[in-house]
């Protein structure tokens, strides 16, 4: 009886010992799995972190050239100012193919009046909507083909009068100042508040806005 004993012992330690090699195959298993799970996780973060670097890096080199488009504005606009109206001949506009969409009326009254006394017509909102020429008072293009070619529109939003007049160069031939006794009229700049929005021609989504404030 004791060898059967015996042997029914051993059998039954062997079944335990696989039950508990069996528990731990399984144990190991789910720990590859989970294992598994963290670095694809990882890997995935890594992947989208790049993914995303590049993208932003390539939406900030956009609007940084579309900015680029958009401060260059601020010169011509600046010989409008100064001409007190449009200050390019027919074929310096065809250059880069300025198009002054106000209407003389609203031009010089936004060039020359406080934005109270301006035109009911005159628009004085910021909002600049391309495809809508009352939107904006001029527009033209910047760069040439191969390169990016950008489509730079202003508008005047705002005027506080001053008593600055146009800009006529050097009038004076001499250089001796008299002592007549007149009393100087003491200047008072003109401000413009001029809101500006550049974007590419082929790709309209690639823009900038800027609001200047212009002291003449």
């Known amino acids: 009886m004791k060898p059967i004993a015996m042997r029914k012992g051993i059998r039954a330690f062997e079944a335990y010992t696989r039950g508990i090699l069996r528990d731990n195959k399984g144990i190991a298993l789910v720990m590859v799995l989970v294992l598994s799970l963290i670095s ?50 027919t074929e310096e506009a065809a250059w880069f193919n300025f198009n002054m969409i106000a209407s003389p009326v609203c031009l010089t009254d936004k060039l020359n009046k406080a934005t109270d006394n301006w035109d009911t017509a005159c628009d004085d909102s910021l909002a600049i909507i391309p495809g809508t020429y009352s ?77 200047v404030l212009y002291q003449y």
């Open 40 to 89: 694809l996780s990882i890997m995935s973060g890594l992947i989208y972190m790049v993914t995303s670097g590049t993208q932003v890096s390539g939406i900030e080199k956009r609007y940084s050239t579309a900015l680029e488009a958009g401060k260059s504005a601020k010169d011509i606009a600046y010989q409008v100012f100064a001409s007190r109206g449009d200050p390019f001949s």
């Open 135 to 211: 939107t904006y008072d001029m527009s033209f293009d910047l760069g040439s083909d191969p390169n990016p070619t950008y489509t730079v529109y202003t508008k005047i939003v705002d005027t506080v009068e001053g008593n600055s007049a146009a800009d006529e160069g050097l009038i004076k031939t001499g250089v001796v100042l008299s002592n007549s006794g007149e009393v100087p009229v003491m200047h008072v700049p003109y401000l413009y508040t001029v809101e500006i929005e550049a974007e590419n021609f082929n790709n309209p989504a690639e823009r900038a806005r800027l609001s």
